[in-house]
């Protein structure tokens, strides 16, 4: 049956369960609505290889508007600014509506703000989209000392690529460690020397109580009283997901739009995916929201599958990675939930990696080395962890004895 | 074909089977596979961003990046899984005497 099928969010997520749903359904009309005036395009690099100029805006999008033509897909640039789920609307703000018979809701993540009490907030840059980058890469070039606002992936990925490109770049993080707690401490330690033996200060365990703007420049004021004298100042305090639109509606929201493994949320017809959805995993037995190439990718596909009829259970394993100079971090499946840790190698030229157990099993792993030195072996844990098998310690902690032993043909 | 151009890359039993050995020669450096049915060549270094082949995993007739998981046929060099889209170069290899050669353009 040809149906009204709307995408609402035109990012990684949206573009993947389009093109499925096409796959499976070619008679129904299939629309992107987007409110970034481009076509989908990768995030990662925007922190990365575009800020470094080692890729152009050209390089980032997913597809051509040749290849959205051809399979009859339509992009609109527009932003929606209220839904009505009960009469399958949607609506911007000059009240241009849009019917559907089948949403998919992949509106993605929005950044945290500071709260700044004065007239600052113009003067503290965020990244998450192109027009975002290409005003960050603009407005360093003359300066010189730039202060990045939290210690997490992004801000240590710019942290990065602002010290290749001769800055003078100090992070400060409000915890004792980077990125998270989610990382073994142990990573995150490697991760922090290497930033500060290519001259980044890092500074742990403190607050910023006050920004105040003197002339072109800035003075940051710390809770232990002590002041940072700065040219730039940019913030990667987290994300939340995307969910403002749809706060006052029925549609089930708990961090994020809450979904089963079907990609289906609490209202019929109303799908979701991506970085804003907190989906149920069958393996895992619990929901979580993940932010991630792979999963936006994984997950924007099995939306597409269920959309056009072709029902199908998201079991994708968690995985995600952050490039910061030469090193490569991987992050497979999950790593809170455990009742042992093993550790395999301690260089990290030959690569590091932490796998946390439960049962004699892995539920995930954490690794860090010199770019190509962890992904082989974070990819053969992913299947270990899918396949559910009981694991021989002495192989995964003796970097010596290959991993792809323990994979059961 | 000149004989020339096909370079000696060492014995047969130096790779493992579904696995795979960097191989450098001149200013090229080149990833040289045994599968199940024989033994094949590609370029080493990703087409995605510059990390090379070697750490990578062999699956099937799949080799995956270790840096961000893009996946190429290493019989046709096609790119599979974003993020590599662009496809990698393959070479012809032969076996002589349990030696492997690749032939170099
Ligand atoms: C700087 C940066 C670096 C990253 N690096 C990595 C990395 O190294 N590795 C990794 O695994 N992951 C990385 N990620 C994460 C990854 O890019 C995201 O998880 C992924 O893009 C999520 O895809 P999505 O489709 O859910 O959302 P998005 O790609 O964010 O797309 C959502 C889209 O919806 C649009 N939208 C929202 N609301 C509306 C509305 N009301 N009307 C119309 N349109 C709307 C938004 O404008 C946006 O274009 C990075 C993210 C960023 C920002
Ligand atoms: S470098 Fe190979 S997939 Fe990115």
């Given at each position: 049956?040809?149906?009204?099928?709307?995408?609402?969010?035109?990012?990684?997520?949206?573009?993947?369960?389009a093109?499925?749903?096409?796959?499976?359904?070619?008679?129904?009309n299939?629309?992107?609505?987007g409110?970034?005036n481009l076509?989908?395009y990768?995030?990662?690099?925007?922190?990365?290889?575009?800020?470094?100029?080692k890729?152009?805006e050209?390089?980032?999008?997913?597809?051509s508007s040749?290849?959205?033509?051809n399979?009859?897909?339509?992009f609109?640039?527009i932003?929606?600014?209220?839904?009505d789920f009960?009469?399958?609307?949607?609506f911007?703000?000059?009240?241009?509506?849009?019917?559907?018979?089948?949403?998919l809701?992949?509106?993605?993540?929005?950044?945290?703000?500071?709260?700044l009490?004065?007239?600052?907030?113009?003067?503290?840059?965020?990244?998450?989209?192109?027009?975002?980058?290409?005003t960050?890469?603009?407005?360093?070039?003359?300066?010189?000392k730039?202060t990045?606002?939290?210690g997490?992936?992004?801000?240590?990925?710019?942290?990065?690529s602002?010290s290749?490109?001769?800055?003078k770049?100090t992070?400060?993080?409000i915890?004792?460690?980077?990125?998270?707690?989610i990382?073994?401490?142990?990573?995150?330690d490697?991760?922090?020397?290497?930033?500060?033996?290519?001259?980044?200060?890092?500074?742990?365990?403190k607050?910023i109580?006050?920004?105040?703007?003197?002339n072109d420049?800035?003075?940051?004021?710390?809770?232990?009283n002590?002041?940072?004298?700065t040219d730039?100042?940019?913030?990667?305090?987290g994300?939340?997901?995307?969910?403002?639109l749809?706060?006052?509606?029925?549609l089930k929201?708990?961090?994020?739009?809450?979904?089963?493994?079907?990609c289906?949320?609490?209202i019929?017809?109303?799908?979701?995916?991506?970085?804003?959805?907190?989906f149920?995993?069958?393996?895992?037995?619990?929901?979580?929201r993940l932010e991630?190439y792979?999963?936006?990718?994984?997950?924007?596909?099995?939306?597409?599958?269920?959309?056009?009829?072709?029902?199908?259970?998201?079991?994708?394993?968690?995985?995600?990675w952050?490039?910061?100079?030469?090193?490569?971090?991987?992050?497979?499946?999950i790593?809170?939930?455990?009742?042992?840790i093993?550790?395999?190698?301690?260089?990290?030229?030959?690569?590091?990696?932490?796998?946390?157990?439960?049962?004699?099993?892995?539920?995930?792993?954490?690794?860090?080395?010199?770019?190509?030195k962890?992904?082989?072996?974070?990819?053969?844990?992913?299947?270990?962890?899918?396949?559910?098998t009981?694991?021989?310690?002495?192989?995964?902690?003796?970097?010596?004895l290959?991993?792809?032993?323990l994979i059961?043909? | 074909?000149?004989?020339?151009?096909?370079?000696?890359?060492g014995s047969?039993?130096?790779?493992?089977?579904?696995?795979?050995i960097?191989?450098?020669?001149?200013?090229?450096t080149?990833?040289?596979?045994?599968?199940?049915?024989?033994?094949?060549?590609?370029d080493?270094?990703?087409?995605?961003?510059?990390?090379?082949?070697?750490?990578?995993?062999?699956?099937?007739?799949?080799i995956?990046?270790?840096?961000?998981?893009?996946?190429?046929?290493?019989?046709s060099?096609?790119a599979l899984?974003?993020p590599?889209?662009?496809?990698l170069?393959?070479?012809?290899v032969?076996?002589?005497?349990?030696?492997?050669?690749?032939?170099i353009?």
């Open positions: 049956m040809k149906k009204n099928i709307i995408i609402l969010g035109g990012g990684q997520a949206g573009i993947y369960a093109r499925e749903i096409r796959k499976n359904d070619t008679e129904s299939i629309k992107i609505l409110e970034e076509l989908p990768e995030r990662p690099p925007l922190s990365k290889d575009f800020l470094l100029d890729k152009n050209q390089d980032l999008y997913f597809h040749e290849v959205l033509k399979e009859n897909i339509d609109e640039n932003l929606i600014t209220k839904v009960e009469h399958k609307k949607l911007s703000k000059n009240e241009d509506v849009y019917t559907y018979d089948t949403l809701i992949s509106t993605g993540s929005d950044n945290k703000r500071l709260s009490d004065n007239n600052l907030n113009d003067d503290v840059y965020y990244l998450r989209n192109l027009e975002e980058a290409k960050i890469k603009e407005k360093v070039l003359n300066k010189n730039i990045i606002i939290g997490g992936f992004i801000g240590l990925e710019i942290a990065s602002l290749q490109l001769q800055k770049v992070v400060i993080e915890s004792n460690q980077l990125m998270g707690r990382i073994p401490k142990q990573i995150a490697l991760v922090q020397s290497t930033h500060i033996d290519h001259g980044n200060k890092i500074i742990l365990n607050q109580d006050k920004i105040t703007k003197k420049n800035f003075e940051i004021l710390l809770n232990d002590s002041l940072i004298e730039f100042v940019i913030a990667g305090i994300s939340t997901p995307s969910v403002k749809f706060e006052n509606t029925n929201l708990d961090n994020g739009i809450v979904t089963n493994q079907f289906e949320t609490s019929k017809n109303v799908y979701a995916a991506g970085d804003v959805s907190n149920y995993h069958p393996l895992y037995e619990r929901n979580m991630s792979q999963h936006a990718q994984n997950h924007g596909i099995c939306a597409g599958k269920n959309i056009a009829g072709v029902k199908t259970e998201y079991t994708s394993i968690p995985w995600m952050s490039d910061q100079f030469n090193l490569n971090l991987q992050l497979t499946g790593c809170d939930e455990y009742d042992e093993i550790e395999r190698g301690n260089d990290i030229n030959k690569g590091v990696i932490y796998f946390f157990l439960k049962n004699n099993k892995i539920r995930g792993a954490c690794g860090v080395g010199i770019i190509g962890v992904g082989r072996d974070i990819r053969i844990t992913s299947k270990l962890t899918e396949k559910d009981i694991v021989d310690k002495q192989i995964l902690s003796d970097q010596n290959k991993l792809n032993k059961q043909k | 074909m000149s004989e020339k151009n096909w370079i000696e890359v047969t039993d130096s790779i493992e089977e579904e696995d795979l960097r191989f450098d020669h001149q200013d090229k080149f990833c040289v596979y045994k599968l199940t049915d024989g033994f094949y060549a590609t080493g270094i990703c087409t995605h961003e510059a990390v090379h082949l070697e750490d990578g995993l062999v699956m099937d007739d799949e995956e990046c270790p840096m961000h998981q893009g996946i190429f046929n290493i019989k060099g096609e899984s974003p590599a889209c662009e496809d170069k393959t070479y012809p032969k076996v002589d005497n349990d030696k492997i050669f690749i032939k353009d």
